[in-house]
């Protein structure tokens, strides 16, 4: 009882069966989490719009065309108007993201998310649990290792894109920045890659949450989750 | 499995945990749904906002002394792969023999101006990376006179805010002050050692490192200083692209 933001748990007696509830997720997460939804879908569909106009990472002449991106996942029409949906969302994008990563520290809330030392040794019996079906490891916190491991890299993903866009939008004011990290056409490439990364990281989470279910899904909106796992009631109540 | 009770202290969450888990409280988020479901209605608007904003703030923090990065001769684009890139036609037959760059607005010496007499401004010859809207970037050599040059012996009113140009082609832009002055901005007359040949814009050309392609005009046949923008800001920037478009 702590924290009020997060972390709250209250069982229930409910006829016959005890029902725990937990506070998962606070209103702050819930909220950027969406927002951030939001925004890279259109970040990443208006990119790929920008992409489809020279959608190769060499040079110019000759043009050797990688991908032809169907046009269903692309945002703006032309070019023109995907940099609009893009430069305006990239807005939207770093606010959300400089707000989250505030109050993760203000709060406290870094301590549930974050991958830290501590969290190697709970890595690999995860993996087993969920690529070769061994028994699932008793869950404590909020987050277990796999989880908090594909979170903050993600977390990672989401400055490192935000860094390698300010780097496309003023490569010559940052011309230094953008000659460390290999030139301007590398740096093009490497902010495709924070993309690829992000589409990897979005279809193993929507499939998680899927198997997951409805009450998980439904803790990202409300913040509770109904937990009728015993297992970890014995714990700080 | 043992039966718990709640302590009281607790009895206010878990008013508020049954509450908020029932489904009808889903019904709070219809207006997060329809502002996303309206989003393609305003949309319009909203991101032409985006664009100008992004363009205000690049513009705020426009630093005039931060030089295009220099490269040297052997790192330089070949000549035959540096594109001819036009929205039209590669060749708009200016007649090189008669042509005269008229300059009005606000200067002191309006007029129509020779390319010798552009020349005779002190040349400058810059190795520079030259990148496109659509993602490719060429390194070229350019030479010509600065603008900023070109501006003083016109006598543009320093405080004047904008410079617009026409092409022979109807292209035409308009820029800040600010960039017009920046040291790397040159009146270019020369690519590769030679006078600019029609594809690059003869006989005379902007080339400025600190913008996109679009804003280095080739072709020039006017020149007008000013303090208002006209309608018109240029053939791209009306259908939708970044006006600044500084990098
Ligand atoms: C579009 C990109 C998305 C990203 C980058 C993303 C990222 C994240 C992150 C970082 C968390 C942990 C939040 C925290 O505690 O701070 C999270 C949780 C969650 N997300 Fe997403 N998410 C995305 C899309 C989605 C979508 C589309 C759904 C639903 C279909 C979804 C459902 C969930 C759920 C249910 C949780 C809670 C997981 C749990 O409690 O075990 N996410 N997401
Ligand atoms: C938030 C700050 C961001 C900024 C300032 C930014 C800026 C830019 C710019 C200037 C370009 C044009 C690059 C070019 O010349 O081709 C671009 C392209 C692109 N962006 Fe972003 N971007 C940001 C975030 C993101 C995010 C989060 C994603 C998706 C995960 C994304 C995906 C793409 C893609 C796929 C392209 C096309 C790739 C290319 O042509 O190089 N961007 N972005």
Same mark, same amino acid.
């Given at each position: 009882m702590k924290n009020l933001f997060f972390g709250q748990k209250v069982k229930i007696v409910d006829k016959e069966k005890t029902i725990l509830y937990i506070y998962e997720h606070p209103?702050?997460v819930r909220?950027?989490?969406?927002?951030?939804?939001?925004?890279?879908?259109?970040?990443?569909?208006?990119?790929?719009?920008?992409?489809?106009?020279?959608?190769?990472?060499?040079?110019?002449?000759?043009?050797?065309?990688? #991908?032809?991106?169907?046009?269903?996942?692309? *945002?703006? $029409?032309?070019?023109?108007?995907?940099?609009? /949906? =893009? +430069?305006?969302? &990239?807005?939207?994008?770093?606010?959300?993201?400089?707000?989250?990563?505030?109050?993760?520290?203000?709060?406290?809330?870094?301590?549930t998310?974050?991958?830290?030392?501590?969290?190697?040794?709970?890595?690999?019996p995860m993996?087993?649990h969920y690529?070769?079906f061994k028994p699932k490891p008793p869950q404590i916190e909020t987050y277990n290792?796999?989880q908090?491991?594909?979170?903050?890299?993600?977390?990672?993903?989401?400055?490192?894109?935000?860094?390698?866009?300010?780097?496309?939008?003023?490569? #010559?004011?940052?011309?230094?920045?953008?000659? *460390?990290? $290999?030139?301007?056409?590398?740096?093009?490439? /490497? =902010? +495709?890659?924070? &993309?690829?990364?992000?589409?990897?990281?979005?279809?193993?989470?929507?499939?998680m949450v899927i198997l997951h279910g409805w009450g998980n899904f439904l803790s990202i909106i409300i913040g509770w989750k109904k937990n009728i796992d015993n297992t970890n009631i014995s714990k700080n109540s | 499995m043992e039966k718990l009770q709640p302590q009281e202290h607790v009895k206010e969450i878990q008013k508020l945990a049954m509450s908020k888990i029932k489904r009808r409280e889903l019904l709070k988020?219809?207006?997060?749904?329809?502002?996303?479901?309206?989003?393609?209605?305003?949309?319009?608007?909203?991101?032409?906002?985006?664009?100008?904003?992004?363009?205000?703030?690049?513009?705020?923090?426009?630093?005039?002394?931060?030089?295009?990065?220099?490269?040297?001769?052997?790192?330089?684009?070949?000549?035959?792969?540096?594109?001819?890139?036009?929205?039209?036609?590669?060749?708009?037959?200016?007649?090189?023999?008669?042509?005269?760059?008229?300059?009005?607005?606000?200067?002191?010496?309006?007029?129509?101006?020779?390319?010798?007499?552009?020349?005779?401004?002190?040349?400058?010859?810059?190795?520079?990376?030259?990148?496109?809207?659509?993602?490719?970037?060429?390194?070229?050599?350019?030479?010509?006179?600065?603008?900023?040059?070109?501006?003083?012996?016109?006598?543009?009113?320093?405080?004047?805010?904008?410079?617009?140009?026409?092409?022979?082609?109807?292209?035409?832009?308009?820029?800040?002050?600010?960039?017009?002055?920046?040291?790397?901005?040159?009146?270019?007359?020369?690519?590769?050692?030679?006078?600019?040949?029609?594809?690059?814009?003869?006989?005379?050309?902007?080339?400025?490192?600190?913008?996109?392609?679009?804003?280095?005009?080739?072709?020039?046949?006017?020149?007008?200083?000013?303090?208002?923008?006209?309608?018109?800001?240029?053939?791209?920037?009306?259908?939708?692209?970044?006006?600044?478009?500084?990098?």
């Amino acid at each position: 009882m702590k924290n009020l933001f997060f972390g709250q748990k209250v069982k229930i007696v409910d006829k016959e069966k005890t029902i725990l509830y937990i506070y998962e997720h606070p209103l702050f997460v819930r909220l950027t989490h969406w927002l951030n939804a939001l925004s890279l879908a259109i970040l990443i569909m208006s990119g790929l719009e920008i992409f489809s106009a020279f959608p190769s990472f060499a040079e110019k002449i000759p043009q050797v065309d990688l #991908i032809n991106i169907p046009s269903v996942l692309r *945002l703006g $029409g032309w070019l023109g108007g995907a940099i609009q /949906w =893009h +430069f305006t969302f &990239m807005w939207v994008f770093i606010i959300t993201g400089i707000f989250y990563l505030f109050l993760c520290f203000f709060t406290g809330y870094w301590k549930t998310i974050f991958f830290l030392p501590k969290d190697i040794k709970g890595l690999l019996p995860m993996i087993k649990h969920y690529f070769f079906f061994k028994p699932k490891p008793p869950q404590i916190e909020t987050y277990n290792a796999l989880q908090k491991f594909a979170y903050t890299i993600v977390i990672i993903l989401g400055v490192f894109s935000v860094i390698t866009g300010i780097l496309l939008y003023k490569p #010559i004011q940052f011309s230094f920045i953008v000659y *460390l990290l $290999g030139g301007f056409k590398l740096v093009r490439l /490497w =902010h +495709f890659l924070t &993309m690829c990364g992000f589409l990897f990281f979005i279809t193993g989470h929507i499939i998680m949450v899927i198997l997951h279910g409805w009450g998980n899904f439904l803790s990202i909106i409300i913040g509770w989750k109904k937990n009728i796992d015993n297992t970890n009631i014995s714990k700080n109540s | 499995m043992e039966k718990l009770q709640p302590q009281e202290h607790v009895k206010e969450i878990q008013k508020l945990a049954m509450s908020k888990i029932k489904r009808r409280e889903l019904l709070k988020l219809l207006p997060i749904g329809a502002a996303s479901i309206s989003l393609p209605l305003f949309n319009e608007s909203l991101i032409k906002q985006g664009l100008s904003f992004s363009d205000w703030v690049s513009e705020t923090l426009y630093n005039p002394n931060q030089l295009a990065e220099v490269f040297t001769d052997s790192q330089v684009t070949e000549f035959k792969k540096f594109p001819y890139n036009t929205y039209d036609k590669d060749d708009p037959e200016v007649d090189l023999e008669n042509w005269r760059l008229s300059v009005e607005g606000l200067v002191e010496k309006a007029g129509d101006y020779k390319l010798e007499q552009i020349q005779a401004l002190p040349k400058y010859t810059q190795n520079v990376r030259h990148i496109c809207i659509e993602g490719w970037d060429v390194i070229g050599n350019f030479a010509g006179a600065k603008l900023a040059d070109f501006l003083k012996m016109i006598g543009a009113d320093s405080k004047a805010r904008f410079v617009e140009v026409i092409c022979a082609d109807y292209y035409y832009s308009s820029y800040d002050m600010a960039s017009c002055l920046h040291p790397q901005t040159l009146l270019c007359y020369e690519m590769y050692g030679k006078p600019l040949d029609r594809g690059h814009g003869a006989p005379l050309r902007i080339h400025m490192p600190t913008k996109l392609g679009y804003k280095s005009c080739k072709y020039l046949i006017s020149l007008r200083v000013s303090n208002i923008l006209s309608k018109d800001k240029g053939f791209w920037e009306d259908q939708g692209y970044s006006w600044f478009a500084g990098i």
